[in-house]
């Protein structure tokens, strides 16, 4: 029997495709060795990316170099008063309260901030604001010590941070309420923030081993934001992130509107209002805060006697919490205000109308230091208008004599040169305005010299009718003459 012998062609056939297949196998083990070894690399270079990641939180917050240089926080503190209105003293407390360490709750190894866990900001009586905003709010601004100032950073018996190790420590910020020195609690009046701030401290080992805050976040508390950050226009960073990094206080760097405050000082910031009030309707002497007179000059009785029409609006100054509404009463000039009757209401930023005859006044007991006046008269015909004031642009403004084009006359008003805003000032029955009226054109006898021309048309006609009857009795005396002769 015959032994068959495979084909040659066959053979190499057979023997390429198990090459082939071998060398797939190969490079198959070979790319998913290299995935592998990619990926553990991956993993390696991950492990190592986050440590570095969870050790710089963002580069613009506050941070330190080292522990001779650790990073630094601060509060600021912005006190709103009206103008006018004088600084009173006041210190500021903040109590910051640990809170834990990576996450925990245990606060036994935290050391104290501040001077044992407290700071103050202090203002002293009649100190000058930092600056004026446009609707006459006085912004006086200033920056704590930076809080973590008492922190001995290395020495014979280490750090501060020793108890605690590295880590993330939390501490909580608010304010004490109570700072302001108030002499006189039924004309002085105070308003406090209910901010309160989260601070975290990242603290690490320097190149020497000693632990120092390399990185400090603020964050506020959600639902206690300041009225800074509601109200003025200030801004958080992501999730909220507040950089605490005091600011440089020198005179060049000072904020000079609301929005610079975050940016010139830190951002860890509790805004407090102050304001008071002027006169006293129960004092035995009845004090008034404002004061609106009329005077008329004129020899008409008519003129003395009749009412002249005043548009009257006072706004309260903008720090104040619920302003108005403020009772007025119309009285004699010289009034020892025994009787006032009854009053007119107004509330804060709405006008209202009244009338005024000669020696009357429209008087405030009650009005905020630094309120807005504005005051106007409906000028009547032949009358010249003029007002002098004893608060804000001092002077006297007067209609030229022949101005009958104005229908109102009074402020502020640019026409005349007393444009812009008018601030009550501080000082009890000292804020007054009073319109003189001059009324122009009135004779003796009451007729108006205005009417003179018409007067002397008339007489001239009468004169004329009375001699031409005069002529017509004489003549027709002379014909009854000659008919009794004949």
Not at 120 to 143: H, N, S
Not at 162 to 172: K, L, S
């Amino acid at each position: 029997m015959s032994k068959s012998t495979p084909n040659n062609k066959n053979n190499k056939n057979f023997k390429f495709e198990k090459e082939v297949i071998n060398m797939t196998a190969k490079t198959r083990k070979t790319i998913l060795s290299r995935i592998a070894s990619l990926v553990l690399a991956m993993i390696l270079c991950l492990s190592v990316a986050i440590p570095a990641l969870a050790a710089d939180p963002d580069p613009r917050y506050a941070s330190g170099t080292d522990a001779d240089n650790p990073a630094q926080a601060a509060i600021t503190k912005i006190f709103k008063i009206p103008v006018n209105t004088t600084t009173p003293e006041a210190d500021f407390t903040f109590k910051i309260t640990p809170i834990g360490i990576n996450g925990g709750t245990d606060t036994t190894d935290m050391p104290q901030l501040g001077n044992g866990g407290e700071i103050t900001i202090t203002f002293a009586p009649g100190e000058a604001e930092t600056f004026e905003d446009d609707d006459g709010t006085r912004y006086l601004v200033k920056q704590s010590a930076d809080l973590l100032a008492n922190i001995l950073p290395d020495g014979l018996g280490g750090s501060d941070w020793d108890a605690g190790g590295p880590g993330i420590y939390r501490y909580e910020i608010e304010e004490i309420a109570g700072g302001i020195a108030i002499d006189n609690p039924n004309k002085e009046f105070d308003w406090y923030s209910s901010a309160k701030y989260e601070l975290e401290i990242w603290v690490e080992e320097d190149e020497y081993g000693v632990l120092f805050a390399k990185y400090i976040i603020g964050y506020y508390i959600q639902g206690s934001e300041d009225e800074y950050y509601t109200i003025e226009g200030g801004t958080t960073g992501a999730n909220g992130k507040l950089d605490p990094t005091p600011g440089d206080e020198d005179e060049q760097y000072k904020p000079g509107t609301p929005a610079q405050i975050g940016e010139k000082y830190s951002d860890i910031i509790f805004t407090n209002k102050y304001w008071k009030t002027d006169g006293d309707i129960n004092d035995k002497d009845k004090k008034t805060a404002l004061e609106i007179e009329k005077i008329v000059v004129a020899n008409d009785p008519d003129a003395a006697n009749k009412p002249y029409t005043f548009t009257v609006k006072v706004t309260a100054p903008a720090v104040v919490s619920n302003p108005g509404p403020y009772d007025a009463y119309i009285v004699p000039i010289d009034s020892n205000y025994a009787t006032l009757g009854s009053p007119i209401s107004f509330a804060s930023g709405f006008s209202e109308t009244i009338e005024l005859k000669h020696n009357e006044k429209l008087v405030f007991f009650d009005l905020e230091v630094g309120a807005i006046v504005e005051v106007s008269e409906k000028v009547e015909s032949n009358t010249r208008v003029k007002y002098e004031r004893t608060f804000s642009t001092l002077g006297e403004f007067s209609m030229l004599p022949g101005d009958t084009t104005t229908s109102n006359w009074g402020f502020p008003d640019d026409s005349h040169g007393d444009g812009g805003t008018h601030y009550t000032e501080e000082g009890a029955s000292w804020n007054t305005v009073k319109f003189t009226n001059t009324v122009t054109g009135v004779a003796p006898t009451g007729i108006s010299v205005d009417d003179l021309p018409y007067v002397i048309l008339i007489a001239v006609g009468v004169l004329a009718i009375a001699g031409f009857i005069v002529f017509k009795i004489r003549k027709n005396t002379k014909d009854d003459e000659c008919e009794i002769e004949l």
